[in-house]
């Protein structure tokens, strides 16, 4: 399967604990995005990284949230001291390039759930 | 502040019809414009895309339709299939943003047999 890789796909945690979702892009594709999809909404962008590199956070919310590309590896979001409102459906994408509007192809996502 | 608008929760056509699912935006910066589809428990599906200097692109039985004047863009289907019935999300991009999305709320097409 040459997708985006997401895992887990379900992940459950109790308030105050410590969340890691994990994204592998497409072969070749060098761009991650995060996506947020709260019940009954669209999804809201939330970061987009190159290798090594944060471009943009802008949709990043200040505390307890960050995330990372390394040079090996998938990318992970890691959310700090989980609370009931970070329930929702977390969403990878990647590109290729920049160059030529290329489309995101998004991976199946992680449902994180928040006891 | 929502910049990519779908005002219709929902559509339901019958097989072989067409489906029309529409989309207003409010950035004028705005100059790619995307497409997906996305089942229950899936990831969304990359559809069909269009760049701000098209008015139209097809691609099979997908065709999208994009009026820069009025800011609006839709999807025809057709002839539409059972198997279309899914969540239709409208998504547009500007280039100095670096490709971040901004997505509609959603459409949800039924394709009645």
């Known amino acids: 399967n040459a997708g985006v890789m997401q895992n887990p796909r379900h992940l459950v945690r109790r308030r105050g604990q410590e969340a890691r979702l994990r994204c592998s892009p497409m072969?070749?594709?060098?761009?991650v995005y995060w996506y947020r999809q709260l019940p009954e909404e669209g999804l809201k962008f939330m970061v987009y990284l190159q290798k090594e590199n944060i471009i943009d956070e802008s949709g990043m919310p200040k505390e307890r949230f960050s995330a990372e590309f390394p040079k090996e590896g998938p990318s992970i979001l890691r959310i700090q001291q989980v609370v009931r409102g970070d329930s929702a459906a977390y969403f990878c994408?990647?590109?290729?390039?920049?160059?030529?509007?290329?489309?995101?192809?998004f991976g199946d996502g992680t449902r994180l759930s928040i006891l | 502040d929502q910049q990519v608008k779908q005002n219709s929760p929902s559509l339901s056509v019958q097989e072989g019809r067409i489906s029309i699912l529409n989309c207003d935006y409010t950035n004028s910066m705005f100059d790619y414009f995307l497409w997906y589809k996305k089942y229950p428990a899936e990831g969304p599906t990359f559809l069909i895309s269009i760049s701000s200097i098209k008015d139209k692109n097809e691609d099979g039985r997908f065709t999208v339709f994009l009026n820069k004047s009025a800011k609006h863009l839709s999807l025809h289907i057709v002839p539409s299939q059972p198997g279309d019935s899914a969540v239709y999300f409208c998504?547009?991009?500007?280039?100095?943003?670096?490709?971040?999305?901004?997505f509609g709320e959603g459409t949800q097409l039924t394709v009645n047999p």
């Open positions: 072969k070749g594709h060098s761009h």
């Open positions: 994408a990647s590109s290729p390039s920049l160059r030529g509007n290329q489309p995101q192809h």
């Open positions: 998504a547009a991009s500007e280039e100095t943003s670096g490709s971040r999305l901004t």
